[in-house]
């Protein structure tokens, strides 16, 4: 597995990016590890889809601010403007046989007796007009947001601190699987490894067009198309 070493030395001093990963994750783990009771609750869209949007954007702030704070260019985690629809395409047509694999994880999960939702919980499936404009600025923010911190810069900063690119996939894929409790265990599973797999485009292409449009693609999918060809199929 290549990671690009040469941006790497450019990069702020271990012990500076080992704490400002420890300030990251001790504002966003807390959150992730409460997902889990996100069920039990009387929780509507609206309400998940706003105090995401609300606290992935500063999330996404802080860590552009620790990037250029240390001097460090922007494609070092991954925000690359150029060949972008090419990288896009590319998340396109990986994205296919990567739902496969995962869908036949998921099997293997079910029958190894862990619980595997079949769909969206509730309060992450929009309804109405509003809901469904709502839905798609959710679903871009989550998509941009989680990938440039959790592959771009998460990956890069655990892969200083280990010195192990595959580490560092490992890592900011079982933190990533944390904020999907709500999912159960198979889902969480599924999840690390849908992450582990974004990370992997990432660490090929060095760039997270790729990651974000699969990203966007399945959440997409699991929030908007699915409810929505299940309605037609009622109706």
Do not use: C
Not at 192 to 200: Q, R, V
């Amino acid at each position: 597995m290549e990671f690009d070493y040469e941006i790497q030395k450019s990069g702020p001093p271990q012990k500076v990016q080992a704490i400002e990963v420890s300030i990251l994750l001790s504002l966003i783990l807390p959150s992730m590890i409460m997902s889990a009771s996100l069920s039990k609750g009387n929780i509507t869209f609206s309400m998940v889809a706003w105090s995401t949007v609300l606290s992935d954007i500063p999330l996404l702030a802080l860590v552009i601010y620790f990037v250029w704070h240390n001097g460090e260019p922007l494609y070092a985690i991954g925000i690359r403007l150029q060949n972008w629809w090419k990288e896009a395409g590319i998340g396109v047509l990986i994205f296919i046989p990567i739902m496969y694999l995962i869908g036949a994880i998921q099997m293997l999960l079910k029958k190894a007796g862990l619980s595997v939702p079949h769909e969206a919980p509730s309060f992450l499936v929009p309804s109405g007009g509003g809901e469904f404009i709502l839905a798609i600025v959710f679903l871009i923010v989550v998509a941009v947001s989680e990938e440039v911190i959790f592959r771009g810069y998460l990956i890069r900063r655990f892969f200083v601190i280990t010195k192990n690119p595959g580490v560092a996939l490992v890592l900011s894929s079982a933190i990533f699987a944390l904020g999907h409790g709500y999912e159960r265990s198979g889902g969480m599973i599924g999840a690390g490894i849908l992450g582990f797999a974004f990370g992997a485009v990432y660490l090929w292409r060095k760039n997270l067009a790729a990651p974000v449009v699969m990203h966007f693609i399945q959440n997409f999918i699991g929030i908007i198309l699915v409810p929505l060809i299940g309605e037609f199929h009622m109706s």
